[in-house]
């Protein structure tokens, strides 16, 4: 055997010895990430309390930025949910993918080079050679290539490139979005649970004011100064007033848990409400100067109405791709390299190799299939304006309701404050009188349940004006700190 032979032989062993081991490896190795259940999502047990929700120091900076914030425990409760609210994570989750995915498509604009090596070794059976004798040949090869690179001649790279890029921009504004509907949800939660806090601290107090009548009156009773039916009566008002106690109760604990879904988890003390009292003097959240009447201009920056226009913005890119698939077409492989029959001359002078392989397609004829994707594309363009139109509508809308709501609540919070003023000067005036002999009980009666029923009315509302002033920071698209700056501008042409 010669000595060539065997040091064929021995490359071939070595080849061989290389890939076992490749495919040992290949078996051996996962580059999936270790799956590890989600723990501690919830508490161990139902109705159970689990330790409080952390905030980060980015949440926390972000909660402080917004200065239509008064209050420092909604302050809070608004830092956990930015820090802990799944919803929240889902959006931040869809940016990332919309970034990775326009990468991908502005990968599409440049060439892909690849390397490659090859070794091969081949017997010819002799009956198959010309010369009758029977051969192994071996071959190696290095090359560098690129592989059906499109020239973009007419755009088709490119509009799918924009439109991608127009995607991640509208996962951002959809981040935004699903920001401020947190922020202004997380509130509004926060402000009900306060709200129903104040009608349970009324409810429980009405009941404590109701028993000490009733065991007055069932003292009367006893000694004969009164009649069976008053004491029956005033027993009616002890049962509403238990009925709502237990109520109100049972609705703080949903408000809870509602925040809790919110916020991502149970909240601290610091970061729980106070109920709202009947002559509360500063507001959770603070009203953001407008201008009136307030320029339209200004929801064009909603992230919503962003949104939709960056929707649009794509779909008017995929009629540009849609439309390039009706012209030819011009890729281009090519690959430079060098081969041997030795692995010792793989890269000597003259081994050099290369190849060059334009490729021109035209469509001639498909069914109609490019002039329908056309039509495809120019129809979600249609589309998406009218999503956008409608965006713009809603917002307005929204906008001119919070407007027309804010207008007139000093007017309808002060006729309700004198209501309740009165309707408590009622009520001392007909217990008086009832206690002095000149009325029934039935006056006391009625005159105790319309003092109730308005102190309920305050607080409903109290909680309405509050959630007003966040749904205006909701329908501007922005918190105040933010929108003020657009407002300003938009409204700078009306004071010339």
Avoid at 222 to 248: I, K, P
Avoid at 384 to 411: G, M
Wanted: proline share 5%; hydrophobic share 50%; net charge neutral.
């Amino acid at each position: 055997m010669s000595i060539q032979t065997k040091n064929a032989y021995r490359l071939h062993a070595v080849a061989c010895a290389v890939a076992l081991a490749v495919a040992a490896l290949t078996g051996c190795m996962n580059l999936a990430p270790n799956y590890a259940a989600p723990t501690d999502v919830v508490p161990a047990e139902v109705g159970t309390a689990a330790a409080p929700a952390q905030a980060t120091p980015a949440s926390l900076d972000a909660a402080q930025a917004l200065a239509w914030v008064q209050s420092p425990g909604l302050r809070e409760a608004l830092a956990l949910a930015l820090a802990n609210n799944r919803d929240l994570r889902v959006a931040l989750a869809n940016i990332d993918r919309a970034r990775a995915q326009y990468g991908i498509a502005e990968a599409d604009l440049l060439p892909s080079i690849n390397a490659n090596g090859q070794g091969s070794r081949n017997r010819t059976a002799a009956d198959l050679a010309s010369n009758g004798r029977s051969a192994v040949v071996t071959q190696y090869t290095a090359q560098l290539g690129m592989t059906s690179y499109e020239l973009d001649l007419w755009g088709r790279v490119r509009n799918l490139n924009e439109a991608a890029l127009q995607a991640f921009l509208q996962s951002g504004e959809n981040q935004r979005n699903v920001q401020l509907t947190l922020l202004a949800d997380v509130a509004n939660a926060w402000l009900t649970l306060a709200a129903d806090q104040a009608r349970l601290a009324l409810a429980e107090q009405t009941l404590a004011a109701r028993r000490q009548s009733f065991a007055l009156t069932e003292r009367m009773h006893e000694l004969g100064s009164t009649s069976g039916l008053v004491l029956e009566q005033n027993r009616t008002t002890v049962d509403a007033a238990r009925a709502d106690v237990a109520s109100f109760n049972s609705q703080v604990v949903r408000d809870r848990n509602l925040l809790q879904l919110l916020v991502g988890g149970p909240l601290p003390e610091s970061a729980m409400p106070a109920p709202l009292q009947l002559s509360a003097q500063a507001p959770a959240a603070a009203l953001l100067p407008l201008p009136v009447p307030l320029p339209s201009s200004v929801l064009l920056a909603r992230p919503d109405v962003r949104a939709a226009e960056h929707q649009l913005r794509a779909m008017n890119a995929n009629i540009g791709a849609a439309r390039a698939a009706l012209f030819p077409t011009i890729s281009l492989t090519a690959s430079v390299g060098t081969g041997s029959n030795e692995l010792s001359g793989l890269f000597g002078s003259g081994n050099s190799t290369w190849s060059f392989v334009p490729l021109v397609r035209l469509p001639i004829f498909d069914g109609g299939r490019n002039r329908a994707n056309v039509a495809v594309a120019q129809a979600n363009e249609q589309v998406a304006l009218a999503q956008y139109e409608k965006a713009v509508q809603t917002a307005f809308r929204e906008t001119a309701d919070a407007l027309a709501d804010r207008a007139q609540w000093t007017e309808r919070l002060a006729a309700q404050a004198s209501l309740v003023a009165s309707t408590q000067k009622a009520f001392e005036l007909s217990e008086a009188r009832f206690k002095s002999g000149v009325d029934n009980y039935l006056a006391v009666l009625d005159a105790q349940r319309s003092l109730y029923a308005a102190q309920q009315t305050l607080i409903t509302l109290q909680l309405q004006e509050q959630l007003n002033r966040v749904s205006l920071v909701k329908v501007l698209g922005a918190e105040p700190a933010a929108a003020a700056p657009a407002v300003a501008a938009a409204a700078a042409p009306l004071s010339r």
